[in-house]
Nanobody, 119 residues
Framework: QVQLVESGGGLVQPGGSLRLSCAAS????????MGWYRQAPGKQRELVAQ???????NYADSVKGRFTISRDNAKNTVYLQMNSLKPEDTAVYYC?????????????WGQGTQVTVSS
C-alpha cells in the first residue's frame, strides 16, 4: 500500500514559479513510476510529467521547457518544478504512483493540490 500527499500548491502570478512535492509512504518507493497529472475545471485529467524507476522523464508538450519532474528515492518524494507559469496551468495537480506489471486500476493517487496562476 502507498499513501501519497501533495504539497506546494498555491496562488502565483503569470511568469512565476512553484515547486510541488509528493511524499510517499507505506511501500517501497523506488519500484514505482511516478507522475504528475492535472485537471482544470470542466476538463479531463491530463498527464503533465512522468519519471520512471530508471529516471527517464516524459512531459506534456504544453509544459516542455518549463516544468521539471524529479524524484529523490532516499526521501520517498517526487517533485514538480514549475517555471514560467501561465494562466492555463491553473488546475488541481495530482501525484500518481504506478507499479510496473499491474493494471492502472491499481495505481495510487494523492488528494491533489490547487495551483492557480492569475494576476
Amino acid at each position: 500500500q502507498v499513501q501519497l500527499v501533495e504539497s506546494g500548491g498555491g496562488l502565483v502570478q503569470p511568469g512565476g514559479s512553484l515547486r510541488l512535492s509528493c511524499a510517499a509512504s507505506g511501500s517501497i518507493f523506488s519500484i514505482y513510476a511516478m507522475g504528475w497529472y492535472r485537471q482544470a475545471p470542466g476538463k479531463q485529467r491530463e498527464l503533465v510529467a512522468q519519471v520512471t524507476t530508471g529516471g527517464s522523464t516524459n512531459y506534456a508538450d504544453s509544459v516542455k521547457g518549463r516544468f521539471t519532474i524529479s524524484r529523490d528515492n532516499a526521501k520517498n518524494t517526487v517533485y514538480l518544478q514549475m517555471n514560467s507559469l501561465k494562466p492555463e496551468d491553473t488546475a488541481v495537480y495530482y501525484c500518481n504512483a504506478h507499479q510496473y506489471g499491474l493494471p492502472t486500476r491499481f495505481d495510487y493517487w494523492g488528494q491533489g493540490t490547487q495551483v492557480t496562476v492569475s494576476s
